[in-house]
């Protein structure tokens, strides 16, 4: 079993940022890869950026030099650094985990969920 608890959502203004955390208990062998997902109202949960235990890092395109993924090993902790925040950022994020070593961001390669952290960005 994992247990992953995400904080930092909020509301901030277009050109902001926000930087989300993620706390990881549990079964380490079932968080190998992490992710960042969200979902918009009315849209299909989707993937964000994911980043291996060794390091290895991907990042959507709609994301990529606004977002970075982290992650403390010693903290179990995940992040997600968004700056440059667009009024279509808005959403529900959630942080997930997966056993495997080779993953990317579609959501079957996690089997473990948060319960999500609300950003909305105005403009």
């Known amino acids: 079993q994992v247990q992953l608890v995400e904080s930092g959502g909020g509301s901030v203004q277009a050109g902001g940022s926000l930087r989300l955390s993620c706390v990881a208990s549990g079964n380490d062998y079932r968080t190998l890869c992490m992710g960042w997902f969200r979902q918009a109202p009315g849209k299909e949960r989707e993937g964000v950026a994911r980043?291996?235990?060794?390091?290895?890092?991907l990042v959507a395109d709609s994301v990529q030099g606004r977002f970075t993924i982290s992650k403390d090993n010693a903290k179990n902790t995940l992040y997600l650094q968004m700056n440059s925040l667009k009024p279509e950022d808005t959403a529900m994020y959630y942080c997930?985990?997966?056993?495997?070593?080779?993953?990317?961001?579609?959501?079957?390669?996690?089997?473990?969920w948060g319960q999500g952290t609300q950003v909305t960005v105005s403009s």
């Open positions: 997930a985990s997966g056993p495997s070593a080779v993953c990317g961001l579609q959501r079957t390669y996690y089997d473990y």
């Open positions: 980043i291996f235990s060794r390091g290895s890092i």
